[in-house]
């Protein structure tokens, strides 16, 4: 990708992750609502190349991805016990303003930070904790209805439409990853769904990194690490994207320690 890359919700968590990760091949454009200090900037990307603007604002928006090739965007509230008014306006307001201005950019590339919330009333008391465990065979590949648990996951839910939307009524190239529990190092300790779920800095990065350098029309993917538990195919992701994953939650004890030590 030559054009530049504007990634919103770059001070967070993910964006950290990406950027630590695959923080020097692209030309990166940052957006969040708070400013990011020299070291939340990977080398190279200079105080001029942030944004700092609310993803609501289409001006801001718009003047931000002009000459974009690719867009991840991550802004929003990232709590599962978001309230509806917070989600309403940070999620689904934002994310159609940062998409429709995309298309207006003649932006190719949209990668929505989707979430495992979207099915999560999937995970019944008689599937769990079974379904957490390497017995079992459950798998969710992404062709699954959203089956929301909270208004959090009814807002990524309604991200994914609109990512549909755009991309048929528009042609952007959209991919939706339903992102896990991403932590830095190890899987949340002592957290059965979290093993299952965990998704490592490093396969963050390079799942983005696969998200701007494959090619698709609309897609839907999980974005876990090739953990021995899990309940979500990683298949689709491989396939389309070419996403090698490295790391495995069960390199770990319960306690989030490494085994080998
Ligand atoms: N961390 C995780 O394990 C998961 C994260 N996600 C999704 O990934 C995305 C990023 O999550 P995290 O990095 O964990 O969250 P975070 O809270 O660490 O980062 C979000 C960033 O977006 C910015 N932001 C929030 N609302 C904004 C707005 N209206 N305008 C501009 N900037 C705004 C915040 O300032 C913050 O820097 C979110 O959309 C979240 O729902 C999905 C599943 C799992
Ligand atoms: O979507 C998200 O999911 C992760 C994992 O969910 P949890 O139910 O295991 O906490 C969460 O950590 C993250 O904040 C959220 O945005």
Redesign the pocket.
């Known amino acids: 990708m030559d054009e530049p890359v504007l990634l919103?919700?770059?001070?967070?968590?993910?964006?950290q992750a990406i950027l630590d990760g695959i923080g020097e091949p692209y030309d990166w454009r940052l957006?969040?609502?708070?400013p990011l200090s020299a070291e939340e900037r990977p080398p190279g990307v200079s105080r001029e190349d942030v944004v700092v603007?609310?993803?609501?604002d289409e001006s801001t928006v718009a003047e931000a991805v002009d000459g974009c090739g690719a867009v991840i965007h991550?802004?929003?509230?990232?709590r599962k016990t978001a309230p509806w008014d917070s989600v309403l306006?940070?999620?689904i307001d934002?994310t159609q303003v940062v998409m429709n201005a995309s298309v207006e950019a003649g932006v190719e590339k949209f990668v929505f930070?989707?979430?495992?919330?979207v099915v999560g009333a999937y995970e019944t008391d008689d599937r769990t904790p079974g379904m957490y465990r390497t017995s079992d065979e459950f798998r969710l590949d992404g062709t699954e209805l959203p089956r929301p648990g909270n208004l959090?996951g009814v807002s990524?839910a309604t991200g994914e439409f609109l990512g549909r939307y755009y991309h048929d009524e528009h042609d952007l190239s959209v991919v939706c990853v339903r992102?896990?529990?991403?932590t830095r190092e190890h899987p949340p300790p002592e957290y059965e769904r979290g093993h299952a779920m965990w998704?490592s800095h490093r396969d963050c990065a390079h799942l983005f990194d696969r998200c701007l350098r494959a090619d698709y029309g609309f897609e839907i993917v999980y974005g876990i690490s090739d953990n021995d538990r899990k309940y979500y195919s990683i298949d689709r992701a491989r396939e389309v994207l070419g996403y090698d994953p490295q790391d495995n939650s069960s390199e770990y004890r319960f306690d989030g320690t490494p085994k080998g030590e």
């Open positions: 919103t919700g770059a001070g967070g968590r993910v964006g957006f969040d609502r708070e603007g609310d993803v609501t991550l802004a929003g509230d990232p306006r940070n999620n934002g930070a989707s979430s495992n919330h959090y990524k992102i896990g529990n991403l998704l």
